[in-house]
């Protein structure tokens, strides 16, 4: 009973950085205008990976708001979510480094 309240708590957490993040990716401005094609290119992986990253983070989300409360299954939803997080992150990171490089 124990190691499913910790494994629960580790869920919820997981859920609200995932919603946290899924939401600010949403207020992400990139309409910027470039002049030069590598501009226009670097707009357009940066606005892919913004994509990317949402949908990595709503995916996680969803998933631990439709995972059973059963020991395996919320283990093996955190493990996955971890990923998930992660690639998002990576993602978030790549669009907001491109922006940067557009605003210079």
Not at 8 to 26: K, W
Not at 50 to 56: F, G, V
Request: glycine content about 2%; hydrophobic content about 45%; some cysteine.
């Amino acid at each position: 009973m124990d190691e499913e309240r910790q494994e629960l708590r580790r869920l919820v957490h997981r859920h609200l950085v995932a919603t946290v993040l899924a939401i600010s990716t949403v207020f992400i401005d990139l309409d910027l205008k470039p002049d030069l094609k590598s501009g226009r290119r670097a707009l357009a992986c940066a606005s892919v990976c913004k994509t990317l990253a949402e949908l990595c983070f709503t995916m996680v989300a969803v998933r631990i708001a439709r995972t059973p409360v059963v020991m395996e299954s919320m283990r093996k939803s955190r493990e996955a979510c971890d990923v998930y997080l992660s690639l998002g992150s990576v993602y978030l990171l790549i669009s907001l480094a491109l922006s940067v490089y557009l605003r210079c």
